[in-house]
């Protein structure tokens, strides 16, 4: 246990760079409060004293910000960023080297049984005020983006963003450590109105030249019509006569 916790104050430093001390990030850090918390209510969870998990987890809230779900299932190296806000469902699953940041919701959809909220893989980050939502995978080393709405599966190393969550493939590479740069996330939206500019600016090069094409074909004609045109008869000269 003591090891456990070491390396929970140890993941909240490596992370954040305003934890500047032990002593610092055991009294001020309430995502590391409600970890630990859970830590506790998830084992009376699974040992059937449900009630009891469930009143504590509602203390934890109340103090944190931060509502757990006893029954959730969650790894080593956790890290809630700040944390208020945060939902984590019943059901969910969330394994090592996961980051959240505030606001974040990784919630259920409609009244069914069974396993019906998230799962995140090992080094997932998901943004601020993002939701995460179902029976869902996000796979390794993924992003979700702050404020996307995430309803389908998150192949490894992609990121997500908008509403509802559209799948950015980044290069297929094996995450091995926690990638905490989640500002600077890809945008299909802008990248399609970029493509879209990009295309109206060519069509509207090839237009110009055309039109100047036409305009110096026009050009040359027009000379070449003046000088097979001969002179034109002078006014004195007498008209042809015609026969009776």
Same mark, same amino acid.
């Given at each position: ?25 055991? %009294? ?6 409600? =970890? ?56 969910? %699953? ?31 980050? %998901? $943004?601020? $005020?993002?939701? =995460? ?37 980044? *290069? ?17 939206? =802008?990248?399609?109105?970029? +493509? ?5 600016? %060519? ?5 110009? +030249? ?5 305009? *110096?074909?026009?050009?040359? *004609?027009?000379?070449?019509? *003046? ?13 042809? +006569?015609?026969?009776?």
């Amino acid at each position: 246990m003591s090891s456990l916790l070491k390396e929970d104050i140890r993941t909240v430093k490596e992370r954040d760079p305003a934890a500047t001390s032990t002593l610092n990030v055991v %009294v001020n850090y309430p995502g590391l409060h409600a =970890v630990w918390g859970h830590r506790v209510n998830h084992w009376l969870w699974v040992r059937g004293l449900r009630g009891i998990a469930r009143w504590s987890s509602q203390v934890g809230r109340f103090f944190t910000g931060i509502e757990i779900h006893p029954g959730a299932t969650i790894g080593n190296r956790f890290f809630i960023d700040h944390g208020m806000g945060v939902v984590i469902g019943e059901t969910t %699953v969330i394994h090592d080297d996961v980051t959240l940041y505030q606001g974040v919701t990784l919630g259920g959809t409609g009244k069914e049984k069974g396993k019906r909220h998230p799962t995140l893989e090992s080094c997932v980050v %998901v $943004g601020v $005020g993002a939701t =995460v939502l179902g029976d869902i995978t996000i796979g390794r080393g993924s992003k979700v983006g702050g404020g996307a709405v995430v309803i389908r599966d998150v192949p490894p190393n992609c990121t997500v963003v908008g509403i509802p969550g559209r799948v950015v493939v980044r *290069e297929g590479r094996r995450v091995e450590t926690v990638d905490l740069h989640h500002e600077d996330l890809p945008d299909p939206v =802008v990248e399609m109105f970029r +493509q879209l500019q990009r295309r109206i600016d %060519v069509l509207e090069s090839r237009v110009s +030249q055309e039109e100047a094409a036409i305009r *110096e074909q026009s050009a040359e *004609e027009s000379r070449g019509n *003046e000088s097979n045109e001969g002179p034109d008869a002078s006014p004195g000269e007498p008209k042809p +006569q015609g026969t009776e």
